[in-house]
């Protein structure tokens, strides 16, 4: 490794990756990230400090500090979950699956801490419409105004983002290098960061194509 590269943890490395980013213009609704990510404090304020929204996941018993009438309140997003009532759940959808939209009920609870004027902080919660007790929790920073169907369709697009990078790896060899040193394995992955960028855009392109052409229709049977 070279002289000039020195250790880093992984949310260090990803909020310098975020922040390079953001700096070069890449257009960015929201940041998405699991929970080893939206449990360090440094990213969350990094990216609020940039007004800069976010939905990342974080565990069960993350814990939350909250400012009450009764002083200082110290809880976790189960907690809060389980004291929701029935009626603050509502089903939306975190994008298509194999088999039509991806249906969870939601949930989201405001968080009174001090914020930027026009932005808003929520703990989300999604559960599974078959077993109410599997969950996924997400501290999320965004502006005001945002609906709990946008910020569903958010966190669901981190799962978009884990089948890219296991593409990458099956078709494109991002795990298969054997390289012994740090500039081979550097470059290795660069390569197949940029490949996998590059079929992304393709897709995508060839997708909204596909999707404006008009719908032919069979032609009338014969008389």
Request: a positive charge; aromatic letters at 8%.
């Amino acid at each position: 490794m070279p002289e000039t590269a020195a250790f880093q943890t992984k949310p260090a490395i990803a909020a310098e990756m975020i922040a390079t980013a953001l700096d070069a213009g890449a257009p960015c609704a929201f940041v998405l990230a699991d929970a080893l990510y939206g449990a360090d404090s440094r990213i969350r304020r990094m990216l609020e400090t940039r007004q800069q929204p976010y939905v990342l996941a974080t565990r069960s018993n993350h814990t939350l500090r909250l400012l009450t009438h009764e002083g200082l309140e110290q809880t976790d997003p189960l907690t809060l979950a389980d004291a929701l009532p029935p009626g603050a759940w509502a089903p939306h959808a975190a994008g298509e699956g194999s088999k039509g939209p991806r249906l969870y009920d939601w949930a989201r609870i405001a968080l009174p801490w001090a914020v930027d004027s026009g932005f808003e902080r929520w703990v989300v919660i999604g559960r599974s419409r078959r077993d109410a007790s599997e969950r996924a929790y997400y501290l999320v920073f965004t502006r005001v105004g945002t609906t709990l169907a946008e910020l569903a369709c958010a966190a669901g697009l981190r799962w978009t983002i884990e089948e890219c990078f296991q593409r990458a790896k099956e078709e494109l060899g991002l795990d298969h290098c054997e390289a012994r040193f740090w500039h081979g394995w550097h470059r290795h992955m660069a390569l197949c960061m940029t490949a996998a960028v590059f079929l992304a855009r393709l897709q995508a392109s060839l997708r909204r194509a596909a999707f404006g052409k008009p719908n032919r229709t069979s032609p009338p049977p014969a008389a």
